[in-house]
C-alpha cells in the first residue's frame, strides 16, 4: 500500500476489482443489503441505533458512529458526493454491514488544503454494495483522532459510479 494523494481516494476506487474482495459469488453475497431506504429519514432512523455503537471490520478495523458523523454523512454535501441519492441512503442504512466488509486497499496522505490538527491518520475503506444489479464500491471516510478517548470515527461514506462486477 503506498500513499496517494488524498483526494484521489474517489478515483482510486475505480481500479478496484471483485478479487480484491474475494470470490465472486464471496462479493455478491457481501453485497446484498440487508435494509432498503430511499430517502434521507429512513437512514436517519438505521443510523441512530448504531450511535456509539462499536463497529468492526473483518479486517480488524474498529469505529463508531457520532450523532456529529450521522449528520455528515446525511448532508446534502455529503449526498451530493455519491452518484446517486438512493444509493448513497442504501449505504447508510446498511452502514453496519457494509463496514464489516471493508478493505483498505490504498493509503493516502492527508489533503494539505485541510486542517487536519486533531487527526492521528485518515483512513479510506471500500466495501461492495448490490445497487440496482451492479456491485459498486461505497468508500468510507474514517478518522483516528489524536485524542485517544475519541477513537476512530466513521465520517462519511460516498457511493462511487463504476460497476466491480463488470470488470
Known amino acids: 500500500m503506498r ?5 484521489s481516494s474517489t478515483e482510486k476506487a475505480k481500479s478496484l476489482k471483485i478479487s480484491d474482495f474475494g470470490t465472486l459469488d464471496e462479493v455478491w453475497e457481501m453485497a446484498k443489503m440487508e435494509r432498503e431506504a430511499n430517502t434521507r429519514e ?3 432512523s438505521v443510523l441512530v441505533g448504531l450511535i456509539n455503537k462499536p463497529l468492526k471490520s ?3 478495523i474498529a469505529a ?5 458523523s450521522i449528520e455528515k454523512i446525511l ?3 455529503s449526498a451530493d458526493k455519491s452518484y446517486d441519492f438512493k444509493a448513497h441512503f442504501l449505504a447508510a442504512a446498511n452502514l453496519e454491514k457494509l463496514f464489516y466488509n471493508t478493505i483498505e486497499p490504498f493509503k493516502f496522505p492527508f489533503d494539505p488544503n485541510k486542517n487536519n490538527e486533531n487527526y492521528q491518520e485518515i483512513k479510506r475503506l471500500y466495501a461492495p454494495m ?4 451492479r456491485i459498486i464500491p461505497v468508500k ?4 483516528v483522532m489524536l485524542n485517544k478517548k475519541e477513537g476512530k470515527r466513521i465520517y462519511s461514506l460516498e457511493a462511487i459510479d ?3 462486477s463488470k470488470k
Not at 3 to 7: A, F, K, T, V
Open 140 to 143: 468510507f471516510t474514517v478518522t
Open 162 to 164: 463504476v460497476d466491480l
Open 64 to 68: 463508531t458512529v457520532s450523532k456529529n
Open 42 to 44: 429512513e437512514a436517519r
Open 3 to 7: 500513499g496517494e494523494p488524498g483526494d
Open 58 to 60: 473483518k479486517a480488524g
Open 130 to 133: 448490490n445497487f440496482k444489479g
Open 75 to 77: 448532508s446534502g454535501k
